[in-house]
């Protein structure tokens, strides 16, 4: 197998990534693995409290739990605290990865299970952006606001701050819906408007739609994703095998935004290995999938509706990869680059599914 699927363009890794996906490289500073694994793993914040509505949460109050099932597929949501689904199990097994660090991700907005990044996906060249006329400036110190290792703004609002209310709650759907309204949020993204969230479970897959809802006279600018981590249950990573469709890779400078350039990427069938993921991409084929295989098992990411973009997180030594859907790149709410909006009483949808099911080798 090549050591990398070349673009042709002779990029040095340490200054640019999306030229190739490449193995992992040791000993090259705070470009390897383990130093970059603090974008996601250790981003910050530093809430007063772990309640989505800013006060001292009632510590005798049980949070809500919400629990679907069908087929062999169960799926586990804490529909107040983010809707952050916690869990999906596959014949009883594991699909997603870190839920196990809750208490730590409730006081700190860490990413684990499968977390939606809002109102933006990855990073901001700069604590500012404008829109529509209006020009915003952010607070890096802000504890709504997380940043990665190098102090870049990153993901949006920590999603234990967003304050969702259950509209629907069946055994195969659950359905939420978040009000963009609160002086805190719109201090962060000045747009009023309506999130909502619904999450379907069938015999294929766990399918998440997101719809932004323009519903006070203002344009909305678009630009959220989700990072969900997932792993293969009795696997090492070594063995899982990854396959990823013919894209567009978007060239990163040393803190990981967009230089404006992309390269073409041949589609890749093969050992994930020791490659060496925090990479941008742009996909050139509608709906597309990205999936990890083996031990009897695929699980992959349907990109089904308005997620032309994607990253890919999968720092080596760790038993995860997470296959990120995006409506926009990184930096777009500065840029515009690939950037959505929504017109006043109009509605914009995004679709993903992670779907799960057996191959042809038996499972254990």
């Known amino acids: 197998m090549r050591r990398a699927l070349p673009c042709g363009r002779g990029c040095a890794r340490r200054e640019r990534r999306g030229c190739a996906i490449r193995r992992a490289r040791t000993g090259s500073g705070a470009t390897t693995g383990d130093a970059r694994m603090s974008t996601h793993e250790q981003a910050r914040e530093t809430p007063a409290a772990t309640s989505t509505s800013g006060t001292q949460p009632d510590a005798t109050v049980a949070p809500r739990i919400h629990t679907m099932a069908a087929g062999e597929l169960v799926a586990v949501f804490r ?126 897959g766990l399918t998440i739609e997101t719809a932004v809802l323009a519903t ?51 589609a890749y069938q093969g050992p994930l290995a020791d490659l060496d993921f925090d990479h941008g991409f742009a996909f050139t084929t509608a709906s597309p999938t990205m999936s990890i295989s083996g031990n009897g098992r695929r699980i992959s990411v349907d990109f089904l509706e308005n997620f032309p973009f994607a990253q890919i997180y999968a720092p080596p030594g760790h038993d995860y990869i997470s296959l990120e859907p995006m409506t926009a790149p990184a930096d777009a709410l500065r840029s515009h680059v690939g950037l959505r909006e929504v017109a006043p009483g109009e509605r914009f949808a995004a679709t993903f599914r992670l779907r799960v099911e057996p191959t042809e080798n038996a499972l254990h």
């Not at 109102?119 to 915003?136: C, I, M, S, T």
């Not at 978007?250 to 073409?264: C, H, K, M, Q």
Request: glycine share 8%.
């Open 79 to 204: 529909p107040e605290q983010g809707m952050l689904c916690t869990s999906l199990k596959h014949r009883g097994e594991e699909i997603l990865r870190r839920v196990d660090e809750m208490e730590e991700a409730l006081a700190t907005g860490m990413s684990i299970g499968v977390p939606l990044n809002y109102p933006w996906a990855n990073r901001l060249r700069a604590p500012n952006y404008d829109f529509d006329g209006k020009e915003v400036e952010l607070d890096p110190a802000s504890p709504w606001l997380m940043k990665d290792w190098n102090g870049v703004i990153i993901h949006g609002v920590p999603w234990t701050k967003l304050d969702w209310r259950v509209e629907e709650a069946t055994d195969r759907r659950l359905h939420s819906r978040l009000k963009w309204n609160r002086p805190e949020l719109l201090d962060v993204f000045p747009f009023e408007h309506e999130v909502e969230m619904t999450a379907t479970l069938d015999g294929l």
């Open 216 to 266: 006070a006279g203002t344009r909305v600018p678009v630009s959220f994703g989700f990072h969900p981590y997932i792993g293969l249950p009795g696997m090492h990573r070594e063995q899982w095998q990854l396959s990823l469709p013919s894209m567009q890779g978007i060239v990163l400078d040393e803190r990981l935004l967009p230089i404006g350039e992309r390269t073409n990427l041949p």
